[in-house]
C-alpha cells in the first residue's frame, strides 16, 4: 500500500488541504465547474473579484489567444457586493473547502468597505487583495506601483478585519523585494504572485488593437518563467507565505513554484483548455512527491535556496 503524502500547507494562519488554488477571475464563484470537475478536492477556491457595486467590464473583444497565452480584458465584471452575497456565498459555503475572495475596487474606500463586509462571513476564510489588475483604468495596478499607497491600503484593511489578508501583486513595479517587504510590514499575511502583465495584440489587417479596451493582462506559459523569477525574489525578501501563479500547466510547473518559495500554487489560464487541469496538477504533484521519497508537500518548499546554501528569510 503507497504510504500517504502530507499535502496540507498553511498560509499564515490559513490552512489548506493541499496547496493548490484557482486563480481569481478564471473559476468564476465555482458553480460554472460544478458539473466539470470535483470542488471539494480543491486547496481553496479564489472567487472572481468582487467590487461595491455592479460593474459591466471592458467592452468587447475581451480575449485573444497568443502562441504561448492568454491576454485577456474582462475588466471586473461582476454584480457587485450585495449580489455576491445572497446568489454565490451560500453556494461557496457549501463546498466544505477554503474560499478566498478577491477584493477589487477604484478607490482604497471600495476595498475597505467590501473587505469590511466580507470579513463578518463564517463562510469567507480569507480575503484577496487585487492590488495588480493590468485592464482596469482608475484602481487596479496604480496601487501596485505606488507602493506606499499599496502598504497603507494594506494596513488599513487589516485594521478593520480578523480575517487572512492576501496581496495579489504585479511583477511590473520598479522594485519587487521593496514592495513585498512593505507588504510584510503592513500586516498582510500572504502574498499571491503574480497577476497577468499588460499586453496587447494588433490586427495586421485593421491596424487596429484586437481588444476592445485595447490593453490586457497576458497569462499562461509565456510569464511563467518571470512568475517563477518573481517567487524566488519575494521569498529571499520576506518571511510570508506566497502564492505562485502564473502559466501553471502541469504538475512540473506547480513543483518548480513551490521549489522557488511558493507554499501554495495558483492555476489560471489552464481552467479555460481543461476544467479538471489543476485536478491533474494535484495528481501529479503526489505522485512525483511518492517517488521521491518525500512524506510531506512543505518539503518542497524553498528546496532550491537550501540547495544552493541560499537561507533567504523564509
Same mark, same amino acid.
Given at each position: 500500500?503507497?504510504?500517504?503524502?502530507?499535502?496540507?500547507?498553511?498560509?499564515?494562519?490559513?490552512?489548506?488541504?493541499?496547496?493548490?488554488?484557482?486563480?481569481?477571475?478564471?473559476?468564476?464563484?465555482?458553480?460554472?465547474?460544478?458539473?466539470?470537475?470535483?470542488?471539494?478536492?480543491?486547496?481553496?477556491?479564489?472567487?472572481?473579484?468582487? @467590487?461595491?457595486?455592479?460593474?459591466?467590464?471592458?467592452?468587447?473583444?475581451?480575449?485573444?489567444?497568443?502562441?504561448?497565452?492568454?491576454?485577456?480584458?474582462?475588466?471586473?465584471e461582476n454584480d457587485g457586493l450585495e449580489r455576491f452575497?445572497?446568489?454565490?456565498?451560500?453556494?461557496?459555503?457549501?463546498?466544505?473547502?477554503?474560499?478566498?475572495?478577491?477584493?477589487?475596487?477604484? @478607490?482604497?474606500?471600495?476595498?475597505?468597505?467590501?473587505? @469590511?463586509?466580507?470579513?463578518?462571513?463564517?463562510?469567507?476564510?480569507?480575503?484577496?487583495?487585487?492590488?495588480?489588475?493590468?485592464?482596469?483604468?482608475?484602481?487596479?495596478?496604480? =496601487?501596485?506601483?505606488?507602493?506606499?499607497?499599496?502598504?497603507?491600503?494594506?494596513?488599513?484593511?487589516?485594521?478593520?478585519?480578523?480575517?487572512?489578508?492576501?496581496?495579489?501583486?504585479?511583477?511590473?513595479?520598479?522594485?519587487?523585494?521593496?514592495?513585498?517587504?512593505?507588504?510584510e510590514r503592513a500586516g498582510a499575511d500572504a502574498l499571491?504572485?503574480?497577476?497577468?502583465?499588460?499586453?496587447?495584440?494588433?490586427?495586421?489587417?485593421?491596424?487596429?488593437?484586437?481588444?476592445?479596451?485595447?490593453?490586457?493582462?497576458?497569462?499562461?506559459?509565456?510569464?511563467?518563467?518571470?512568475?517563477?523569477?518573481?517567487?524566488?525574489?519575494? =521569498?529571499?525578501? @520576506?518571511?510570508?507565505?506566497?502564492?505562485?501563479?502564473?502559466?501553471?500547466?502541469?504538475?512540473?510547473?506547480?513543483?518548480? =513554484?513551490?521549489?522557488?518559495?511558493?507554499?501554495?500554487?495558483?492555476?489560471?489560464?489552464?481552467?479555460?483548455?481543461?476544467?479538471?487541469?489543476?485536478?491533474?496538477?494535484?495528481?501529479?504533484m503526489e505522485e512525483y512527491l511518492r517517488r521521491q521519497?518525500?512524506?510531506?508537500?512543505?518539503?518542497?518548499?524553498?528546496?532550491?535556496?537550501?540547495?544552493?546554501?541560499?537561507?533567504?528569510?523564509?
Amino acid at each position: 500500500m503507497a504510504p500517504e503524502i502530507d499535502l496540507q500547507v498553511r498560509l499564515g494562519t490559513l490552512e489548506l488541504p493541499n496547496p493548490v488554488l484557482v486563480c481569481s477571475g478564471t473559476f468564476g464563484c465555482g458553480r460554472e465547474y460544478a458539473e466539470w470537475t470535483e470542488l471539494e478536492k480543491l486547496g481553496g477556491l479564489v472567487t472572481k473579484s468582487v @467590487t461595491p457595486g455592479p460593474v459591466t467590464g471592458n467592452p468587447p473583444p475581451r480575449l485573444w489567444e497568443t502562441p504561448c497565452g492568454l491576454i485577456n480584458s474582462i475588466g471586473w465584471e461582476n454584480d457587485g457586493l450585495e449580489r455576491f452575497l445572497e446568489d454565490e456565498l451560500p453556494f461557496l459555503g457549501c463546498l466544505g473547502i477554503p474560499i478566498i475572495v478577491s477584493v477589487a475596487g477604484f @478607490t482604497p474606500q471600495d476595498y475597505l468597505l467590501v473587505s @469590511t463586509r466580507l470579513s463578518r462571513e463564517r463562510e469567507v476564510a480569507a480575503l484577496e487583495l487585487n492590488l495588480s489588475c493590468p485592464n482596469v483604468e482608475r484602481g487596479g495596478l496604480s =496601487f501596485c506601483q505606488s507602493p506606499a499607497e499599496a502598504a497603507r491600503l494594506v494596513k488599513e484593511v487589516k485594521e478593520r478585519v480578523d480575517k487572512p489578508v492576501l496581496a495579489k501583486l504585479s511583477y511590473r513595479v520598479s522594485d519587487l523585494p521593496v514592495l513585498c517587504r512593505l507588504m510584510e510590514r503592513a500586516g498582510a499575511d500572504a502574498l499571491s504572485l503574480v497577476n497577468s502583465l499588460p499586453a496587447m495584440a494588433i490586427d495586421p489587417e485593421t491596424a487596429l488593437p484586437r481588444l476592445g479596451n485595447w490593453v490586457g493582462g497576458l497569462s499562461g506559459p509565456a510569464i511563467h518563467p518571470l512568475a517563477v523569477l518573481a517567487v524566488w525574489e519575494a =521569498f529571499t525578501a @520576506t518571511s510570508l507565505p506566497i502564492v505562485g501563479m502564473g502559466g501553471v500547466w502541469d504538475w512540473k510547473d506547480a513543483v518548480e =513554484f513551490m521549489m522557488a518559495g511558493a507554499t501554495a500554487i495558483g492555476i489560471g489560464t489552464l481552467n479555460f483548455r481543461d476544467p479538471a487541469g489543476w485536478l491533474k496538477v494535484l495528481e501529479g504533484m503526489e505522485e512525483y512527491l511518492r517517488r521521491q521519497g518525500y512524506s510531506r508537500v512543505e518539503e518542497l518548499v524553498g528546496l532550491t535556496h537550501r540547495r544552493l546554501g541560499l537561507m533567504g528569510h523564509n
